[in-house]
């Protein structure tokens, strides 16, 4: 590259640039103000503001393709060309963060001591706020964390300032799944990493947790007494994944057609009934002790999280079309919800829930995919965390013929081996569940038929999709 007259202009303001990004910690936006070289000739291109920095349009031109050639440079990485290509790294990653050759010289310089990292969380976020889908910028932003990660005290002030960078791009971009990937890794990472309580065996044997996760042991449909219930709430990674659920809600409401905030949703979803399946196992099992030396009490806005969408379940159960026979089994189980909880009654709050809010968001806002395969999704956990874990004699609840194309019974009958003393609570259970996935499965069916008779054709396209994914999916008949 030849030498140019502008080369002097644009090392000095490389060089301002850095040095308004170190001088005033509070900057963290960044963006490009359009403007005409004949207006601003005689001024600085640097424009400061609350909290921003803005960089004049006409300067870039000049400015970029010198320092895009001092990156590329080797010889520039000595000790003495080392000050002019740290601010033109800055300078590139500010214009253009989607040049991984930028994140990686800078990572180089800091792995070696010639840089620090004090200021790289800072200058991603300026870098986001630009170009709120670079993958790049969020990579390097995770590398900077990971390194950091041992040496940082208030953890969870770090936790929130990542949660907020996340919505703010998520906003900022439409299907931003950079966004919903990094906040995921976020929570995986910044979070316990550990999704149970911190437990010791009191014996070698072999526990539950030896158990694979497609067999499910019989005790988790046993009832949980209240405290047991109360000391999961208490639990500050349940804490922090159900407030996340509630604040994704509001976000998906008023971005439905999203795609990425309801796959960030899912994984919400399924983390809290990996969760409770987890605790819950462990509360049974008399092989392990809680060890309340290691379990941390923290204030969180998760109480209402289960009395809610149980308030939903015993609406959802009361408007299905309930047979006399069974109504004593259905009023039972009220009976025990209010006083107590088994793992399934949990995950079933959480996923009817899901589905009545999906219902209402179909409803209010015809003619979005993202609705009905979200759909999918709650029916899918449903099947892993209900009826693949509950096991008849006679016939499965997905299938109203045998595999000659016989038709079977009416009476489900579930195949449990339990205990004497539990057998009469498995009964009960067994009983509920048999007759509310039937009910559930029909209910299905009416919001498919309901929705295909008012609704256009496009929408009748998402409504059919979803009817053949239940059909041949969940081989749901």
């Known amino acids: 590259m030849a030498p140019s007259h502008y080369d002097s202009v644009a090392e000095k303001i490389l060089l301002d640039l850095e040095m308004a990004v ?29 909290c921003c920095l803005g960089l004049e349009s006409w300067i870039i031109p000049h400015i970029y393709p010198y320092a895009h050639h001092q990156i590329m440079k080797k010889s520039n990485y000595k000790t003495q060309n080392l000050e002019k290509v740290i601010s033109c790294l800055l300078g590139v990653a500010l214009l253009n963060p989607e040049m991984s050759t930028v994140w990686s010289r800078r990572r180089e310089l800091i792995l070696s001591r010639k840089m620090t990292v004090d200021n790289e969380l800072r200058l991603t976020r300026m870098a986001l706020s630009r170009k709120p889908k670079s ?25 929130q300032e990542e949660l907020t960078l996340c ?11 950079h966004a919903w990937s990094h906040r995921i890794w976020t929570l995986q990472h910044l979070l316990p990493s550990s999704m149970h309580w911190n437990v010791r065996k009191r014996t070698t044997k072999s526990t539950i947790l030896d158990v694979s996760e497609n067999n499910m042991p019989q005790h988790l449909f046993c009832r949980v007494s209240k405290s047991k219930y109360l000391s999961i709430v208490n639990s500050e990674t349940f804490c922090v994944y159900s407030e996340e659920i509630d604040s ?20 919400l979803i399924t983390q809290i009934c990996e969760f409770l399946k987890s605790n819950i196992c462990l509360n ?21 999280f289960f009395p809610t969408r149980k308030g939903i379940l015993k609406e959802f159960l009361k408007s299905l079309e309930i047979d006399v026979c069974d109504r004593k089994i259905f009023g039972d189980y ?16 959480i996923l009817i829930s899901e589905i009545k809010s999906n219902h209402t968001f179909c409803l209010m806002f015809p ?11 709650i029916m899918f956990m449903f099947k892993k965390y209900i009826l693949d874990n509950v096991h008849f004699s006679e016939q499965s ?12 019974k009416k009476d489900f009958k579930y195949d449990f081996t339990v205990d004497s003393k539990a057998e009469n609570e498995q009964a009960k259970v067994s009983d509920f569940f048999g007759v509310f996935c039937m009910l559930l499965i029909k209910h299905e069916k009416e919001i498919i038929s309901s929705f295909l008779k008012s609704h256009n054709e496009s929408e009748n396209k998402f409504i059919k999709d979803y009817e053949h994914w239940l059909k041949f999916c969940l081989k749901i008949n």
């Open 167 to 177: 919505e703010m791009i998520a906003n900022r971009y439409h299907s931003n799944y």
């Open 397 to 408: 609840v997905c299938s109203h013929h045998d595999k000659n194309g016989v038709p079977h």
């Open 135 to 159: 993958n790049e910028a969020l990579a390097h932003r995770r590398w900077v964390i990971s390194e950091i990660l041992n040496n940082v005290m208030d953890k969870a002030t770090l936790l």
């Open 248 to 267: 994704n809600f509001k976000w998906v409401s008023s971005h439905v057609s999203d795609h990425s905030g309801f796959h960030f949703r899912k994984f």
């Open 334 to 349: 009220f009976k025990n919800l209010e006083e107590n909880s088994s793992l399934f009654d949990l995950i079933v709050c």
């Open 22 to 50: 170190k001088k005033d910690a509070t900057i963290n936006e960044f963006d490009v103000i359009p403007t005409s070289e004949a207006e601003n000739r005689n001024s600085s291109p640097i424009v400061r503001g609350d």
């Open 367 to 377: 003619g979005h995919e993202a609705l009905w395969y979200y759909r999918r999704s």
């Open 284 to 304: 049974n099992s008399p092989d392990l002790e809680k060890d309340e030396n290691l379990s941390i009490p923290v204030q969180c806005n998760s109480s209402s």
